[in-house]
């Protein structure tokens, strides 16, 4: 199950704020998000609950926390998969910035990043450049925002480009931002004193930690982009040399690295790695984790699911049946059965029970889930995994019927999620095509898709090695 797993905006609204005064409020906040950093979502959302009473008692119900407390508890509740109280605790974030800060101000475009920023972590890169789009148009009107903050922005909308399939696009903003960060990634800076001369200032801890881990987010996500586009050589150096710059300046066990790591082994995996680097180890990713950080971080989630499949793969049932009762213990335990992370459970479940040939009543299982599953939007990446599994299913049964609809509803959730334009999109329709031509006499149907799909839209964008591009090759000849 492919997801896009990103860090999201502290860093950088803390370090926009850095220059002034640090009130009480300013402290308590910075606590909740520690806590919010090691996994530990229920006691966050709790603490976060707990600073808006006592926060709207003294400053009043509207105040200029009150839209950073719905943006953090948006975030809190996505990484505990409570999908509908993040997107209300988001919209009322917006709204309440806009009446707190109004629209032209700095503080609200940072919102609106931040917003962008949650809804990439959701892998909804359209809506997230919905609101990228209304932060550039502050930009242009000229509120005023920093070169930090134009960092930020350009950071996210290099990582929403990714998404959406928009390699080289990703790739020229990122490598822009690289340029940028590393020029910040010091622990101490030069500065000019009120009669011009130079001196330097030794950086807080605080301030190096919030500086290298913003460099570390950008190396990791330009190294996703040539890794998503398919042009392995330049990903594989620039993961390599990220994962080695972040565990010599933040450690293996910072939640940096395990990104790192992470997006690596899927990258290699999605290109036809059999087996991973023996560093790459899934299980060993999730171990380093699990050093500083709780088992319910939401980067865990993706990692037991990856290993499982990955276990699936290798036919090692042990290991296979203590991670899957580890996983489901640990998911029973700490969330509620709104979680999405339930239903994501049952669904990386289907792969092992296709592999054992039980098929009977697969097929109404997973529409089952699609359909009576309330805590599932339709358009979401679960959705759109569990329907490639369904195609999978169907063109196994010789059933091309269910075959093609599965793939019709596998372009229209993609193109609500990506943008019915994005290369992403035309990727799915690709796949279409393929089928197409293998198992249906719509030949001039195929040839449209190719001509408008591939050569128009997507051939631009990959590189040779894209996990889909030979695939696609194979049948246009």
Request: glycine content about 4%; overall charge positive.
């Amino acid at each position: 199950m492919k997801r896009t797993l990103l860090i999201v905006c502290t860093c950088f609204l803390i370090a926009s704020h850095n220059t002034q005064a640090q009130s009480k409020y300013d402290v308590t906040l910075k606590k909740i998000e520690a806590i919010y950093e090691t996994g530990d979502y229920a006691k966050a959302i709790t603490q976060l609950q707990s600073f808006k009473n006592k926060s709207s008692k003294k400053l009043g119900k509207q105040n200029k926390y009150t839209p950073i407390y719905y943006l953090n508890n948006a975030k809190y509740h996505l990484a505990s998969g409570y999908i509908s109280e993040f997107e209300a605790n988001l919209y009322a974030s917006i709204n309440a910035s806009i009446a707190v800060n109004t629209e032209n101000s700095k503080e609200h475009f940072l919102i609106l990043i931040g917003a962008a920023d949650l809804y990439n972590m959701n892998g909804n890169f359209l809506e997230a450049r919905k609101y990228l789009s209304n932060a550039q148009k502050l930009i242009e009107s000229g509120a005023y925002v920093t070169d930090l903050d134009k960092a930020y922005y350009n950071t996210v909308l290099g990582e929403t480009y990714t998404g959406q399939g928009y390699f080289n696009e990703a790739i020229e903003l990122l490598k822009e931002q690289e340029k940028f960060f590393v020029g910040r990634a010091v622990k101490q800076e030069t500065t000019t004193d009120n009669k011009g001369n130079l001196k330097s200032v030794k950086l807080s801890d605080e301030q190096i930690a919030q500086r290298f881990n913003q460099y570390a987010r950008v190396l990791t996500s330009f190294a996703n982009a040539y890794g998503k586009q398919g042009n392995l050589k330049s990903a594989d150096s620039l993961f390599g040399y990220a994962a080695s710059w972040i565990k010599k300046n933040l450690g293996e066990t910072n939640i940096a690295y395990v990104k790192n790591q992470f997006l690596n082994a899927n990258i290699l995996i999605e290109n036809g790695g059999e087996q991973l680097p023996k560093g790459l180890e899934y299980d060993r990713t999730l171990a380093t984790l699990k050093v500083n950080h709780k088992s319910t971080h939401y980067l865990a989630m993706g990692i037991f699911e990856e290993t499982i499949k990955q276990l699936q793969k290798e036919d090692r049932q042990s290991a296979l049946f203590n991670t899957k009762l580890e996983y489901e213990k640990m998911i029973n335990k700490n969330y509620k059965p709104n979680s999405i992370y339930r239903v994501r459970l049952k669904a990386v479940e289907f792969d092992a029970r296709l592999d054992k040939n039980k098929t009977q009543t697969l097929e109404a299982d997973a529409n089952k889930l699609i359909s009576n599953t309330t805590t599932l939007p339709r358009n979401n990446l679960v959705t759109a995994n569990v329907s490639e599994f369904l195609y999978g299913l169907a063109l196994y049964k010789k059933n091309y019927v269910n075959a093609e609809r599965y793939l019709t509803d596998i372009i229209e959730i993609k193109s609500n999620l990506y943008g019915s334009d994005a290369p992403e999109a035309h990727l799915a329709k690709l796949q279409l095509a393929n089928f197409y031509l293998d198992n249906t006499n719509k030949i001039a149907e195929a040839a449209r898709i190719y001509d408008e799909s591939y050569f128009k839209i997507v051939s631009p964008q990959i590189g040779a090695w894209h996990k889909d591009h030979l695939e696609i090759l194979n049948h246009i000849a």
